[in-house]
């Protein structure tokens, strides 16, 4: 670039295009530089997603937009409601081109929400439309979209993403044919790999659904549990081990809070076999079991050398009647209250004195908490390797311009920037890999402006390296996943 003017001409700015164009967030000539040079090359690891892996194990292919687009999104869902929506044309028996249609009238009510942007980045980069989505616009998106999507698979859009490596969310008691069969494909070009996620095993305050659970963890393993709590964690160290033969080195949890409450061995023995006889127990022990629970993954974890993600803080399933009639997932959840630190404290504090805390990324969904994480994970970084305890990026409700902003800021003003992991879809949808490209704008659009400003230097090589490494490298190192074929 030879100066503001000549980047003005080079770029595009202030000429006529679309909504998503190359500068699109890009508000500097220093945005410009460090998104174009240094973060779009980058590839893709998606470390935490819930994308159906035997999609990925069969090379999906979608009948039509409407099916690869808005099925099970509950993003979507709850704007198609909140516009007035009956659920008939959301989640019930409309046909395909209906559901479309109303979400086609919905899209144009969605301005100043993500929604908007995370619409139109994904009909330009996948299907590459530019104009926008309307009642006007409908017929001619569906008829074009649906043409390009007879050559569009399951595989071809991580491929066209730049998607190196992706880790799916699987419950212990699933099989994991799918990973096997993508990991003995040479066609699958990229990593799919399990990620732990238990959380079903420690509803010790629902004995009906624990012990449900628990028959299914049997018959995936072939062995009794009865009311055995040494024979319960021996179950989950196996399956444990069984997920990192099939590549996976991380877990993830979804609690609504940190359990660490004191606990002794007779306590859990004792209150796990009542759980186990079908009995509810007080909010005290069931407390203390899913102390222990989460306890006990934790170490598992550090011996295996996993990550382990914690999400929490969410208020779950809060409309009894689309739970009633869709059950969870139903886009009926919200941010619940700010989580306790004193909790949090003692969960880490309770590993770190022993040696055994494990990599750990905590994703809060209560802005509020952001200062406290970012603070909470200073304390137990303990030099063995960078960035080892990390406040993850902006979750659920925060994975827009404001909350993914705020959560930058947490972790640049509390901790360091430069070690950050980055991005990740937490997404349903093969579409939603647009999420990193919208978050790799808002980073250099955040430190183009202070380049600018003069609060960052504008040597490119040092902040467009820190770049690169907040969109794929440190998530490399970080995670030391294996490559497609070969034993991490």
């Known amino acids: 670039m030879s100066g503001a003017s000549g980047a003005l001409v080079i770029y595009g700015w202030g000429m006529d295009a679309g909504l998503i164009h190359d500068n699109f967030l ?47 999104d509950h993003y979507k869902w709850r704007v198609l409601r909140t516009n007035g929506i009956p659920e008939h044309f959301i989640t019930g028996t409309a046909s395909d081109r209906e559901k479309f249609d109303a979400f086609a009238a919905t899209v144009p009510k969605c301005l100043r929400n993500p929604m908007y942007h995370w619409c139109a980045l994904e009909l330009k980069r996948y299907f590459d439309i530019d104009i926008l989505l309307s009642p006007d616009t409908a017929s001619r998106i569906w008829d074009e979209a649906n043409e ?16 190196v490596a992706l880790c799916t969310t699987d419950d212990p008691a699933d099989a994991l044919d799918h990973h096997a069969a993508c990991a003995a494909d040479p066609a699958c070009s990229f990593g799919v790999f399990p990620a732990w996620r238990p959380d079903k095993g420690m509803a010790f305050d629902d004995p009906a659904s624990l012990n449900a659970w628990i028959a299914r963890l049997e018959s995936a393993t072939g062995r009794d549990i009865g009311d055995s709590w040494p024979a319960y964690l021996d179950v989950l160290r196996r399956r444990h081990d069984d997920f990192a033969a099939h590549g996976c080195r991380l877990s993830d949890h979804g609690n609504d809070t940190f359990y660490a409450d004191d606990f002794t061995e007779a306590e859990i023995r004792a209150d796990f076999a009542r759980v186990r006889a079908g009995q509810r127990l007080a909010p005290d022990a069931a407390g203390r079991l899913k102390s222990a629970f989460l306890h006990e993954g934790a170490l598992m974890d550090h011996a295996a050398g996993w990550t382990q993600q914690f999400h929490y803080g969410p208020l779950r399933n809060a409309s009894t009647r689309l739970f009633q009639r869709i059950g969870p997932d139903a886009g009926a959840d919200s941010i619940g209250n700010p989580g306790d630190a004193r909790s949090l404290a003692r969960f880490l504090d309770r590993l770190d004195r022993d040696d055994r805390l494990a990599r750990t990324i905590l994703y809060n969904i209560h802005p509020a908490d952001n200062e406290m994480v970012a603070a909470m994970i200073g304390n137990f970084q303990d030099g063995s390797i960078p960035g080892k305890i990390q406040i993850g990026s902006g979750w659920w409700f925060n994975d827009q311009l404001d909350g993914m902003r705020r959560q930058l800021e947490a972790v640049s003003q509390l901790g360091l920037l430069s070690r950050f992991v980055g991005m990740l879809t937490d997404s349903r949808s093969f579409l939603s890999f647009t999420r990193h490209e919208y978050f790799r704008r808002l980073l250099c659009r955040i430190l183009g402006r202070e380049i600018e400003e003069g609060l960052l230097p504008r040597d490119f090589t040092l902040v467009g390296s820190m770049t690169a490494d907040i969109c794929f490298r440190n998530a490399r190192d970080y995670f030391r996943l294996g490559t497609p074929h070969s034993t991490p």
């Open 26 to 72: 890009l508000d500097t000539p220093a945005a410009v530089e460090l998104y174009h040079r240094w973060a779009a090359p980058e590839p893709i690891l998606d470390f935490h997603n819930h994308l159906p892996p035997r999609d990925l194990a069969e090379d999906r292919r979608w009948e039509n937009l409407t099916r690869l687009w808005l099925a099970g």
């Open 148 to 163: 390009k999507l007879k050559s569009i698979t399951a595989r071809s859009l991580c491929r066209q993403s730049n998607v």
